[in-house]
């Protein structure tokens, strides 16, 4: 039997950001349990990486207001890239309605220390890019500190400083079970047993499973995402943002020589569905079209498109932190597709929360597992 002060079940962005925090807060006897043969195999390596403090929630900006600027200082602080682009997010709004709630968001994140967002209107919107159909769109809001990382690049970041500094992964080891003596755990694998004081569920849209070892029905149901990349494209500038269409939920952004496609269907069901379907390719072709006329000559290659599972929870913000009912199992589960941006912010307030019982990132009450049996979930409307 081995030992490890703290054991993360999961090896993607959250389990490795985890690791990374605990072996720079000094807590370096941490062992990482994966049981793909390769990191990345989950969410992690499906994502659009995506990152953005353009959120509703206070929460989720705070959470957002740590993770950006890590993400912008990573090689510095790890020694890895991490890709950080920061061409922004851009929200276009076609109602009122959507003017209303960018202009309260933009409010808020103001008011908690974001300084690069600001309102656009519509003149403006077509003046930067005139191939968007632009006869609907009244406004909108920007965010330069808001783009991309490669999710997988800051995986790996993650993983090998701490690796290099004393955690360990272990690869191809599947959790089994999880029992509990005397306040401390053992966690069994199909390549041995663990004892630990601490475990961590990391296992993204699979946590449900884990935290069913130790008795507890945890309210993160998998959600299938679909991404359609497009093959070289010079029509569109790929010094572009992330464009969002709020009329419909479409939104785009360059990749390599192409543009990465993405909308989320409304008639998608909770289940474990990976493949890609490939009607989703004319779906999403029309709607891309609709809003970005020349993309209707753009080239798809279905082979290179594919489907991922989002982890979601009934309020679609993550649940962080002790369990109630089981001390010293902690969940960073159910980041309802915001699992990469957040990492940094996660690994954060775990460690924090694991070394020390307390976090300064955020009012760590507001996702704790106990807000669903006490009535406090959140309300976040702006899912991507
Ligand atoms: C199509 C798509 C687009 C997305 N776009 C964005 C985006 O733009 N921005 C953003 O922030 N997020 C995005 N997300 C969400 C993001 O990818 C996830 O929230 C994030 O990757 C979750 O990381 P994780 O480490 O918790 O989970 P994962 O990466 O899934 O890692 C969990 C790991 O646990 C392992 N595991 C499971 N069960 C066991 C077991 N029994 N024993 C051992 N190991 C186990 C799995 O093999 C897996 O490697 C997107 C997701 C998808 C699918």
Redesign the pocket.
């Known amino acids: 039997m081995q030992t490890a002060d703290v054991v993360l079940?999961?090896?993607?962005?959250?389990?490795?950001?985890i690791a990374y925090h605990l072996v720079a807060s000094g807590c370096k006897d941490v062992l990482v349990?994966?049981?793909?043969t390769a990191?990345?195999?989950?969410?992690?390596?499906?994502?659009?990486?995506?990152?953005?403090a353009q959120f509703s929630t206070p929460v989720n900006i705070q959470m957002s207001l740590y993770s950006i600027p890590f993400y912008a200082n990573f090689e510095e602080l790890l020694g890895y890239p991490c890709d950080y682009r920061p061409q922004g997010y851009l929200f276009c709004a076609t109602s009122e309605k959507h003017i209303a709630y960018l202009r309260a968001n933009y409010q808020k994140q103001v008011a908690m220390g974001l300084k690069d967002v600001r309102l656009v209107d519509g003149s403006e919107i077509r003046g930067l890019y005139p191939q968007l159909r632009g006869d609907d769109i009244i406004g909108g809001s920007f965010c330069s500190t808001d783009g991309?990382v490669d999710?997988y690049s800051a995986?790996i970041g993650f993983m090998t400083w701490a690796g290099d500094r004393g955690a360990t992964l272990w690869k191809n080891?599947?959790?089994?079970g999880i029992t509990r003596d005397q306040g401390s755990f053992r966690v069994l694998?199909t390549r041995d047993t663990v004892s630990t004081r601490a475990v961590v569920n990391?296992?993204?849209?699979?946590?449900a499973?884990?935290a069913k070892m130790v008795g507890i029905d945890l309210p993160v149901e998998p959600l299938?995402?679909?991404?359609v990349p497009t093959e070289p494209f010079d029509q569109f500038p790929h010094t572009a943002p992330?464009i969002v269409d709020m009329s419909n939920g479409f939104h785009f952004r360059p990749e390599g020589r192409g543009f990465l496609l993405?909308w989320n269907d409304p008639a998608e069901t909770p289940g474990y569905k990976a493949d890609f379907e490939a009607s989703f390719i004319e779906k999403i072709l029309t709607r891309a079209a609709d809003r970005v006329p020349v993309f209707k000559e753009v080239a798809v290659n279905p082979k290179r498109a594919?489907?991922?599972?989002?982890?979601m929870t009934p309020d679609h913000h993550p649940i962080l932190g002790e369990s109630p009912e089981v001390p010293g199992f902690f969940f960073?589960?159910g980041?309802?597709?915001?699992?990469?941006?957040?990492?940094p912010a996660?690994g954060k307030i775990l460690s924090e929360l694991i070394l020390t019982g307390k976090t300064g990132l955020i009012d760590a009450s507001l996702l704790n597992f106990a807000r669903f049996a006490e009535g406090r979930t959140i309300h976040e409307t702006a899912v991507?």
């Open positions: 079940i999961g090896g993607g962005i959250v389990g490795s950001s349990i994966e049981r793909e990191q990345g195999k989950g969410s992690t390596g499906k994502s659009m990486g995506g990152v953005r991309f999710p995986m080891a599947s959790v089994t694998t990391c296992a993204g849209a699979w946590s499973a884990i299938r995402r679909m991404l992330m993405a594919w489907a991922g599972l989002y982890e960073a589960n980041f309802s597709g915001h699992g990469v941006m957040h990492a996660t991507l």
